[in-house]
């Protein structure tokens, strides 16, 4: 049981490079997100998926686009990436109970 | 609008020592709290929750109560071991959109032996 698969564990872009971070879960959740933690801040809510076909903003939206494909993957796009955008992204799903992917280490120079 | 403040790390304890982690929020109506934590390289595991006020979430030792009154939900253990080294987030959910979840900055905890 992989529960919330994220890949990749670690990326270093390029100012103005594009990227998109996958996600998958196989616990037949509806809902999945996609947060980024920084120091100090805790977890954001970049976007959110309430089931499939469906997306909303959370609470950092800007700069970033999300795709939710079929009920098992939900992925997060950099279209141009920039060095605020230097965090570490976790995807997470929910039913009830809730499970987080081990995150992806993301540098922009 | 909605936020939750935890106190600020680290916390640094011996092995048995009591645990206090503060955390208080700010909401419309009566959210959904919660405790998450996450070991070193990991993601977050769902520690604990309450739903209601004078709820009492508790799991593997730790326990939290829901206080409406002083809009709290502080975490505690009796005696904490070497194994309860994490950071500890506190959350809340609203009541009206159960999928935007509200973080606190964490608060790291380290135990020594």
């Known amino acids: 049981n992989a529960g919330v698969t994220q890949t990749p564990k670690f990326q270093v872009l390029k100012t103005g490079q594009s990227m998109t971070l996958q996600c998958a879960q196989d616990?037949?959740?509806?809902?999945m997100y996609w947060y980024r933690q920084d120091p100090g801040m805790g977890l954001r809510l970049i976007y959110y998926?309430?089931?499939?076909?469906?997306?909303d903003k959370g609470e950092v939206p800007n700069g970033y686009n999300v795709s939710r494909l079929n009920k098992r993957e939900f992925s997060l796009r950099l279209e141009s990436a920039a060095p605020s955008q230097t965090s570490v992204y976790f995807c997470?799903?929910?039913?009830?109970?809730?499970?987080f992917g081990s995150g992806t280490r993301l540098t922009v120079v | 609008g909605n936020s939750v403040t935890q106190m600020e790390g680290p916390v640094t304890l011996s092995e048995e020592a009591f645990l206090t982690i503060n955390c208080t929020y700010t909401?419309?109506?009566?959210?959904?709290l919660f405790w998450y934590v996450q070991y070193p390289g990991e993601g977050l595991q769902l520690l604990l929750k309450?739903?209601?006020?004078?709820d009492k979430g508790s799991n593997k030792g730790f326990e939290a109560t829901y206080r409406k009154e002083t809009t709290s939900f502080h975490l505690e253990k009796g005696s904490v071991q070497v194994s309860d080294s994490a950071v500890y987030f506190c959350?809340?959910?609203?009541?009206?959109?159960?999928?935007?979840?509200?973080f606190g900055s964490g608060t790291k905890l380290n135990v020594k032996p």
């Open positions: 616990m037949n959740h509806n809902s």
């Open positions: 997470a799903s929910r039913e009830g109970t809730e499970s």
């Open positions: 998926s309430a089931s499939e076909g469906t997306t």
């Open positions: 959350a809340l959910s609203p009541l009206y959109n159960f999928n935007k979840f509200y």
């Open positions: 909401a419309t109506g009566y959210p959904s």
């Open positions: 309450a739903t209601k006020a004078d």
